[in-house]
């Protein structure tokens, strides 16, 4: 891995100490590699004098269970992982069931534009919420965050079987099953870091592997249930997933007790202060946009939100092309079972290749992955047979996983450990519009040109120049180093300007600590 000049001199330095501590395996979903909270409060401890050193003292004391009920924990936080992106990768199954369930006084020429709506905006609003469920993760705690989301998502699938209007559905699937499932699903990975440290490698692939089971077997189980049952009573099964996830959100329980002496200090301050220093002081914590005074993360942020303008297009619309295009409707269904097969491959292979690539070299996976991404979409009008497109499914899987999970090592490597839960919280946020916006668009461009011909090949454009865009990040980020080398003051820390995040783990606030 490569250091920054401070820490090199040494090895010693707290981005190194951080990363090298327990083998970082792959995870289910963006943002799983930092998941290190413990060492985190511990490195950032260390540095800290006065206030800071009742936190150490607490970090320093807390040893994470390693197993016992943290296994129960892991259980959860896949099915929390598998149900959701389950659901939301298989859209594509319920994109065909929503348009033949319309009335026929209802279809119009813009159908496609509008069903392909209902299934962006749950996908967007995944990531839009993020940065607000960090907020509500570390002032309520990972058990009632994830509680209170996994109910809402559980409303808005419910509610979305007594309604058969897209537009009733663009609020009770979009917008409702979309929120739950970050409020949700966001808590499920910081909870890891509560029960293992050595072992969280570990834990992070059986999340991967047990999660990418449930995007393998999902789309089958939709299009046997679907036809069986109508799509109503479809919805209202998967509304028992996440009733489940309810309950299993009860064990997400926080480990680490918070600092007396450090918290009374702050409470303390806070009375000094009048309601207006109070307020600005709140927000400047929660809502810093100090990771954006780095060029380089600048760029990375550009790059990653250009390229999944089209990155959940095949998702949405792959179903509906091979039934227009080959008259299939009988096996469609394997090309999201290949989809979901390879994605876990992929983060599994990702996560090892990753840790042998130092430094911010990891990004060329990235950019290979997104590279071969836009291409593939641009092949999927060329396939002549459907097995030609299960072909491009695989490797369209492939890098999807890549994608996912190369994400948060660099941006622990752009940022460093104590900003990197904000700078991909900041980085989700902005993909959600491109996310959100990209089926839409393809939706569209199949309405007015007849044929999905065009909507393919928009999807592979974005992937292709976001790639490009990231490329450059590694060259500028040499470019900075060499100028901070003679002075000696600048380069403590490329990764440095730490932000303490409380005294406590992420997800354990002062309320639940104590239970």
Same mark, same amino acid.
């Given at each position: 891995?490569?250091?920054?000049?401070?820490?090199?001199?040494?090895?010693?330095?707290?981005?190194?100490?951080?990363?090298?501590?327990?083998?970082?395996?792959?995870?289910?979903?963006?943002?799983?590699?930092?998941?290190?909270?413990?060492?985190?409060?511990?490195?950032?401890?260390?540095?800290?004098?006065?206030?800071?050193?009742?936190?150490?003292?607490?970090?320093?004391?807390?040893?994470?269970?390693?197993?016992?009920?943290?296994?129960?924990?892991?259980?959860?936080?896949?099915?929390?992982? $598998?149900?959701? +992106?389950?659901? =939301?990768? %298989?859209?594509? #199954? *319920?994109?065909?069931?929503?348009?033949?369930? !319309?009335?026929? /006084?209802?279809?119009?020429?813009?159908?496609?534009?509008?069903?392909?709506?209902?299934?962006?905006?749950?996908?967007?609003?995944?990531?839009?919420?993020?940065?607000?469920?960090?907020?509500?993760?570390?002032?309520?705690?990972?058990?009632?965050?994830?509680?209170?989301?996994?109910?809402?998502?559980?409303?808005?699938?419910?509610?979305?079987?007594?309604?058969?209007?897209?537009?009733?559905?663009?609020?009770?699937?979009?917008?409702?099953?979309?929120? $739950?499932?970050? +409020?949700?699903? =966001?808590? %499920?990975?910081? #909870? *890891?870091?509560?029960?293992?440290?050595?072992? !969280?490698?570990? /834990?992070?692939?059986?999340?991967?592997?047990?999660?990418?089971?449930?995007?393998?077997?999902?789309?089958?189980?939709?299009?046997?249930?679907?036809?069986?049952?109508?799509?109503?009573?479809?919805?209202?099964?998967?509304?028992?997933?996440?009733?489940?996830?309810?309950?299993?959100?009860?064990?997400?329980?926080?480990?680490?007790?918070?600092?007396?002496?450090?918290?009374?200090?702050?409470?303390?301050?806070?009375?000094?202060?009048?309601?207006?220093?109070?307020?600005?002081?709140?927000? =400047?914590?929660?809502?810093?946009?100090?990771?954006?005074?780095?060029?380089?993360?600048?760029?990375? /942020?550009?790059?990653?939100?250009?390229?999944?303008?089209?990155?959940?297009?095949?998702?949405?619309?792959?179903?509906?092309?091979?039934?227009?295009?080959?008259?299939?409707?009988?096996?469609?269904?394997?090309?999201?079972?290949?989809?979901?097969?390879?994605?876990?491959?992929?983060?599994?292979?990702?996560?090892?290749?990753?840790?042998?690539?130092?430094?911010?070299?990891?990004?060329?996976?990235?950019?290979?992955?997104?590279?071969?991404?836009?291409?593939?979409?641009?092949?999927?009008? =060329?396939?002549?047979?459907?097995?030609?497109?299960?072909?491009?499914?695989?490797?369209?899987?492939?890098?999807?996983?890549?994608?996912?999970?190369?994400?948060?090592?660099?941006?622990?490597?752009?940022?460093?450990?104590?900003?990197?839960?904000?700078?991909?919280?900041?980085?989700?946020?902005?993909?959600?519009?491109?996310?959100?916006?990209?089926?839409?668009?393809?939706?569209?461009?199949?309405?007015?040109?007849?044929?999905?011909?065009?909507?393919?090949?928009?999807?592979?454009?974005?992937?292709?120049?976001?790639?490009?865009?990231?490329?450059?990040?590694?060259?500028?980020?040499?470019?900075?180093?060499?100028?901070?080398?003679?002075?000696?003051?600048?380069?403590?820390?490329?990764?440095?300007?730490?932000?303490?995040?409380?005294?406590?783990?992420?997800?354990?606030?002062?309320?639940?600590?104590?239970?």
């Amino acid at each position: 891995m490569q250091r920054d000049p401070a820490a090199a001199g040494t090895g010693t330095g707290t981005g190194d100490r951080l990363l090298d501590r327990g083998g970082p395996g792959p995870g289910p979903g963006p943002g799983t590699a930092a998941l290190r909270p413990a060492e985190a409060a511990e490195a950032a401890a260390e540095e800290e004098g006065g206030a800071g050193a009742g936190a150490g003292d607490a970090s320093a004391a807390f040893r994470p269970p390693e197993g016992g009920f943290g296994w129960v924990v892991v259980l959860a936080a896949t099915w929390c992982s $598998g149900a959701i +992106f389950g659901i =939301q990768n %298989s859209f594509g #199954i *319920l994109y065909v069931m929503l348009q033949a369930d !319309l009335p026929p /006084a209802r279809r119009d020429p813009s159908l496609e534009f509008k069903t392909a709506w209902v299934g962006a905006l749950a996908m967007g609003m995944i990531f839009f919420c993020s940065p607000i469920v960090s907020i509500f993760t570390d002032r309520i705690g990972c058990r009632a965050t994830a509680a209170s989301g996994a109910t809402v998502a559980f409303i808005g699938l419910l509610s979305s079987s007594f309604t058969k209007s897209l537009e009733v559905r663009y609020f009770t699937y979009g917008i409702l099953f979309g929120c $739950g499932s970050s +409020f949700a699903f =966001q808590p %499920s990975l910081v #909870i *890891l870091g509560h029960y293992f440290k050595r072992r !969280l490698g570990l /834990a992070n692939g059986i999340v991967a592997g047990g999660s990418c089971l449930f995007s393998i077997s999902l789309p089958f189980f939709l299009k046997t249930v679907g036809k069986a049952i109508g799509l109503a009573h479809t919805f209202q099964v998967l509304s028992a997933f996440m009733f489940i996830q309810i309950l299993l959100s009860l064990t997400f329980r926080p480990l680490l007790p918070p600092s007396s002496d450090s918290h009374q200090d702050g409470q303390d301050k806070l009375a000094s202060r009048s309601m207006k220093q109070q307020c600005r002081n709140q927000m =400047q914590n929660y809502f810093s946009m100090r990771v954006f005074r780095k060029k380089t993360y600048r760029i990375w /942020a550009f790059g990653i939100a250009t390229a999944v303008l089209g990155y959940f297009v095949p998702y949405v619309h792959l179903i509906k092309y091979v039934e227009e295009a080959f008259k299939e409707d009988q096996k469609e269904w394997i090309l999201l079972v290949c989809l979901g097969a390879m994605s876990g491959l992929g983060r599994l292979v990702s996560g090892r290749i990753g840790d042998c690539i130092p430094g911010l070299k990891k990004i060329y996976l990235q950019v290979a992955s997104f590279m071969l991404l836009g291409l593939m979409c641009m092949m999927i009008p =060329q396939c002549q047979k459907f097995e030609d497109v299960i072909v491009v499914c695989l490797f369209l899987g492939l890098c999807d996983g890549f994608f996912i999970t190369i994400m948060a090592p660099i941006a622990f490597e752009l940022v460093g450990p104590m900003q990197a839960s904000q700078a991909i919280g900041y980085l989700l946020g902005l993909m959600a519009i491109p996310m959100t916006a990209g089926p839409p668009i393809a939706g569209y461009l199949h309405d007015y040109f007849g044929t999905y011909h065009p909507s393919f090949y928009f999807a592979g454009i974005p992937p292709i120049i976001g790639g490009l865009v990231l490329s450059v990040v590694p060259l500028v980020h040499q470019r900075m180093l060499k100028k901070q080398q003679p002075d000696s003051g600048k380069d403590k820390m490329l990764v440095s300007e730490t932000v303490m995040n409380g005294e406590l783990l992420p997800g354990c606030p002062t309320t639940e600590a104590h239970i």
